[in-house]
């Protein structure tokens, strides 16, 4: 489950795009973090706020599942005999919790140690707690959870989770409740398939949802072919600073009862077109009108789909001439001769970095926005060197040029400078196959 509305994570991730431009810069120069081996860290992950539904007059309300699990900083370490403690004393009165065969609870039932083993790098879900309303309890009551953790690994042996790091909310409420089916993500997928979406929306609250509405996102190598009256759709645009998306919102006017799962009018298509590579399609949904969803972590799906396609990513120097003392415009371009679009749409990092190692004899004295001083271990400290990003992402024939002014300190014949395209996606790097062209000369006063 996702606990964070997809859309505003996509927004974010597009936001996010100069902050991330400076972190891969210093990653795709070759910047080495001299600490990350020597340090790590252990974080519980729990949703801060928990929805469960009323009781009903003289009968039990529903288990909900609450997922919880932990992780660590440094895959550079094995972390493993996971120990997650759940304290449950500040739901009295407001929830019950069923314990799973991997927690152990002690006699009162308030406070359990849980087993979750191997702890990974990245979250998943090793404790699956189920809590209700407890019976008399009144809508808007409301307990806290509270966590501890532990595990054996990380630089000195033991790694302790922050106190009060995490924390659940569980708050007794009324109202419908939806929910979206979870994609399986797909790859290999040729361009021009046609893909359906697994979309169904189940009501899980307590009370009759009146029509809901529907947002998407979809990628700019994705075509939503399916068209609804009930929806309007713009995009991809991707001009300027804008990230290439179609932007699609939906009203629909079923109801959909307690328990019962709806389905969309037809089902949805989407086209992999040609320029495709790595897709999200990203999706949510909401109860219609002034109702809201007592527990949003399960409104929002992100499908990925990856295209079995590639991208070129090339760089072209330039052979300048000048005289001691002269300036000279000695920059470099760069183009994506694709098929393939690359966008980094979640995290927001630059789609690649390049490198650019100046002629011998030259110091800039203008370089592009986006390029910066930079500096590796081997670094000859006599020529320099600088860290070029480029957006987040890349469409096919996208052509960038990086003009540099470079100052002739002294005339070298065939002075040299190296440029180096480093391509970096979400997903990996794989999608260029050819890495003649990821490098380029730049000569000053190049012989005859």
């Given amino acids: 489950m996702s606990s964070v509305s997809v859309g505003r994570a996509l927004r974010r991730g597009a936001c996010a795009g100069a902050v991330g431009a400076l972190v891969v810069a210093g990653l795709g120069s070759g910047a080495a973090f001299a600490d990350e081996a020597q340090s790590d860290q252990l974080w519980i992950q729990a949703p801060y706020e928990q929805s469960v539904t009323v009781a009903p007059d003289g009968g039990s309300a529903q288990y909900r599942s609450l997922a919880l699990g932990l992780y660590h900083d440094n895959s550079n370490f094995t972390v493993t005999d996971g120990r997650l403690t759940v304290d449950v004393s500040g739901l009295t009165q407001v929830a019950d919790v069923s314990w799973p065969a991997n927690c152990t609870p002690n006699d009162a039932g308030t406070v359990a140690v849980c087993d979750t083993g191997d702890v990974p790098t990245r979250y998943s879900a090793q404790v699956q707690l189920k809590v209700r309303a407890a019976a008399g309890a009144a809508v808007g009551a409301q307990g806290a959870i509270e966590y501890a953790a532990t595990a054996t690994g990380g630089p000195d042996g033991t790694l302790t989770a922050p106190e009060g790091a995490a924390e659940t909310f569980v708050t007794v409420g009324s109202g419908p409740d939806l929910g979206l089916t979870t994609p399986q993500d797909v790859s290999d997928i040729e361009p021009g398939t046609s893909l359906t979406v697994p979309f169904s929306v189940t009501n899980t609250g307590n009370e009759t949802a009146h029509g809901f509405t529907v947002k998407m996102w979809a990628t700019y190598g994705l075509d939503v072919t399916t068209r609804y009256p009930q929806c309007t759709y713009s995009g991809p645009d991707g001009n300027g600073e804008h990230t290439p998306m179609t932007y699609v919102t939906c009203a629909f006017d079923m109801d959909i009862a307690p328990g019962a799962t709806v389905e969309l009018p037809q089902p949805l298509q ?27 972590s399960d409104n929002g799906r992100s499908w990925h789909i990856n295209a079995d396609n590639t991208a070129d990513f090339a760089v072209r120097g330039t052979e300048v001439s000048g005289a001691a003392g002269a300036t000279v415009t000695a920059g470099f371009r760069f183009v994506n001769r694709g098929p393939a679009w690359v966008g980094n749409v979640a995290s927001g990092d630059p789609v690649a970095v390049i490198d650019y190692y100046l002629p011998e004899g030259t110091t800039a004295t203008s370089a592009p926005d986006t390029c910066h001083p930079a500096s590796t271990p081997g670094d000859d400290p006599s020529i320099g060197h600088y860290a070029c990003t480029l957006p987040l992402w890349a469409k096919p024939d996208l052509k960038v040029s990086f003009p540099f002014q470079l100052h002739i300190d002294r005339v070298v014949p065939d002075a040299t400078g190296r440029v180096v395209v480093h391509p970096h996606s979400d997903t990996g790097a794989s999608f260029d196959p050819n890495s003649k062209n990821n490098v380029a000369k730049v000569v000053v006063n190049p012989s005859e």
């Fill in 270 to 296: 989407l086209t992999v077109t040609d320029h495709a590579l790595y897709e999200r399609f990203d999706y949510e949904v909401e109860p219609a009108g002034d109702a809201g969803d007592l527990d949003t």
